[in-house]
Nanobody
């Protein structure tokens, strides 16, 4: 089982940047990929970006060009560098992880709040 802890959220002005972190602990040897999801107030949780153990990345269209996902394998930590933040980026950002065995359920962190004021 994997435990995930996010950090790095906060309140910023539009156009500013934030870097989110997600540290994994527990049985991390079985991890295949980790990622970030965004949940705006009153909305569903949407995919933002993911990264595999090998470093392959995938982004949702709204994140392309502004957000960068990266991994520090030695620290079992992924990051989400968010630049040029917009008011619509406001919400809770959740980290998830998926094992190599796809029948294993994903793990989720508790989320970190990002508020962007225009």
């Amino acid at each position: 089982q994997v435990q995930l802890v996010e950090s790095g959220g906060g309140s910023v002005q539009a156009g500013e940047s934030l870097r989110l972190s997600c540290e994994a602990s527990g049985i991390t040897s079985k991890l295949n990929h980790m990622g970030w999801y965004h949940q705006a107030p009153g909305e569903e949780r949407d995919f933002v970006a993911s990264i595999t153990r090998a470093g392959a990345t995938n982004y949702a269209d709204p994140a392309k060009g502004r957000f960068t996902i990266s991994v520090d394998a030695a620290k079992n930590t992924i990051y989400l560098q968010m630049n040029e933040l917009k008011s619509e980026d406001t919400g809770v950002y959740y980290c998830d992880s998926q094992n190599i065995r796809i029948t294993d359920p994903p793990s989720w962190g508790q989320g970190t709040q990002v508020t962007v004021s225009s």
